[in-house]
């Protein structure tokens, strides 16, 4: 709430009356919602939260017992607070009451002269309906803000500067797999604010719409419906956001959905049937229907050599980046001269591409593939080159497969194939086993319990000495630490996890859980 019992106690119409905190002092940023005047003792069950109680104490009882019991009760009706003026009853409030709203954190006043309580109340409670007109008067602003921007269908980078304008915090569009889009930064440092982004972003889960993480400090909401998987909006919040705040994380999330679904392009006729077909193909391929719907969209499938090809973009500069990078597939198939189909399918490009018999499909799709990588930094796969359309989503799914897997785009244009994957291939086709991920969480507990408990870095230095297992001089630069401050790290992780590091068996189980856990970290 807006008014608190500290504002109350600041209001001119309770200062003269000398106000003195007895009990509860660490509980005056409760909310008051009005203030009620009694003199009864069994108050307690007709307030409402947040009500301030205000008495002269006339017929309060005597005993320290009858006290407790009338303080407890103000307690569990979860009222603001107790004001009591001295004089009538009291020349000093009794001992056993301040010691049962300390007991309980009720903040108690002690009222020094006399105060008119009705013009407390007055006074209160035109500060609170001031406050819920200033409310008004802002959510109304958010959506003057808000509808402008819809009906002048703005993009998404005037959207962003709407929100960090109202916010006046660090803002952040992030795509369903954690990857930061866009952001605008707020008056503090961003640096520490994107630290270690997606694991962090990874582990929030939204049970409901809107969401603040406190550990983050991030107050969390989803761009559109959760199954069309489009993102989220997330909003730099240390302290419980205000219900102005929240509102415009959803107006700000709403426009951006909306602009997606206006978006003429992503819905086009050709990106529509593509993608059906891709779908098609992935469902059932062997299909004769299937097969001529391909033929009459111009991508022939008879004594044609078919490879699947998945592209995601390794560094996204716009929220925009899925069509520009679809935009950029079609044109590098089409200067190639090579029938494709080309579409979204998880939030990755898939494309399709029907290359001549007597063509080198591999060298082929590699040229298509390092066209699209002079515009964007990808990360790119292909399937196994096969020859009928029944067995085309086999290559597909090949390619989605080997782009999992990779962990990092290369320095240089490279297209990644299953051969390139080895171990981490082969993760990625079982990493949706519940055992497997029981697995790598289990080989990792441990060191993240020590590290959270200590402030440590022992999983880093155990993923260092994976990394670099010829050379910890590599490993302790890695790090940028020494090689006596690894050795004590590695040490450390001995005793933690009570193995010897040396042991292949130790080191191939730690391996592979740490390969699970990038491989989790990526979906």
């Known amino acids: 709430m807006a008014v608190t019992v500290a504002d109350v106690l600041a209001m001119p119409a309770l200062r003269t009356a000398q106000p003195v905190v007895l009990a509860g002092a660490d509980a005056l940023d409760r909310g008051v919602r009005w203030v009620h005047t009694t003199e009864l003792s069994d108050i307690g069950p007709l307030l409402r939260g947040g009500d301030l109680v205000m008495t002269t104490g006339i017929a309060l009882p005597d005993s ?69 007109l200033s409310q008004l008067r802002e959510a109304q602003h958010v959506h003057d803000v808000f509808t402008g921007l819809s009906v002048d269908e703005a993009d998404p980078q005037k959207i962003l500067d709407a929100i960090v304008s109202l916010a006046g915090a660090t803002v952040v569009l992030e795509s369903g797999r954690h990857r930061v889009l866009d952001y605008r930064p707020g008056p503090r440092d961003v640096r520490a604010f994107f630290d270690d982004w997606e694991r962090r972003s990874h582990a929030v889960r939204l049970t409901q719409r809107t969401q603040w993480d406190e550990s983050n400090g991030w107050l969390v909401t989803q761009v559109g419906r959760p199954e069309r998987d489009w993102g989220r909006l997330v909003i730099g919040c240390q302290s419980d956001p205000s219900e102005r705040l929240v509102a415009v994380a959803e107006r700000g999330a709403a426009a951006l959905a909306l602009h997606r679904l206006n978006d003429r392009q992503r819905y086009s006729q050709v990106r529509r049937l593509h993608h059906e077909l891709l779908v098609g193909i992935l469902a059932d391929a062997a299909s004769d229907e299937l097969g001529r719907r391909c033929v009459l969209a111009g991508f022939p499938v008879e004594r044609r050599q078919l490879v699947g090809v998945a592209l995601r973009s390794d560094s996204p500069t716009s929220p925009d980046w899925v069509d520009d990078l679809v935009a950029a597939t079609l044109h590098a198939a089409s200067v190639a001269g090579i029938p494709a189909l080309v579409g979204v399918i998880d939030e990755d490009v898939h494309m399709l591409l029907s290359v001549p018999p007597r ?165």
């Open 359 to 523: 063509a080198n499909a591999v060298q082929q799709s590699d040229e298509v593939v390092l066209t699209v990588a002079r515009r964007h930094k990808v990360v790119a796969a292909c399937g196994t080159v096969l020859d009928e359309l029944g067995h085309a989503g086999r290559t597909l799914r090949e390619a989605q497969q080997v782009l999992s897997s990779v962990r990092r785009a290369p320095d240089g244009p490279q297209v990644f194939r299953l051969e390139d994957v080895h171990v981490r291939g082969l993760l990625a086709l079982l990493r949706d086993d519940e055992r497997l991920r029981a697995f790598a969480d289990r080989e990792l507990a441990r060191l993240r319990a020590a590290d959270a408990a200590h402030g440590g870095r022992l999983e880093k230095a155990v993923r260092a000495m994976l990394d670099h297992p010829g050379s910890k001089s590599a490993a302790a630069k890695s790090l940028a630490v020494s090689r006596p401050v690894l050795y004590e790290r590695l040490a450390t992780v001995t005793r933690v996890l009570g193995v010897d590091l040396d042991d292949p068996e130790i080191r191939t189980s730690l391996h592979l859980a740490v390969l699970v856990d990038d491989l989790n970290q990526m979906t």
């Open 64 to 132: 320290e017992q009858a006290l407790g019991e009338f303080a407890t009760s103000l307690w569990e009706s979860r009222a603001a607070g107790l004001a009591i003026e001295l004089g009538r009853r009291w020349s000093v409030v009794p001992d056993g009451l301040v010691d049962a709203c300390t007991r309980v954190g009720l903040p108690l006043i002690a009222l020094g002269r006399e105060v008119r309580f009705a013009a407390v109340a007055q006074s209160v409670g035109e500060r609170i309906v001031d406050d819920q």
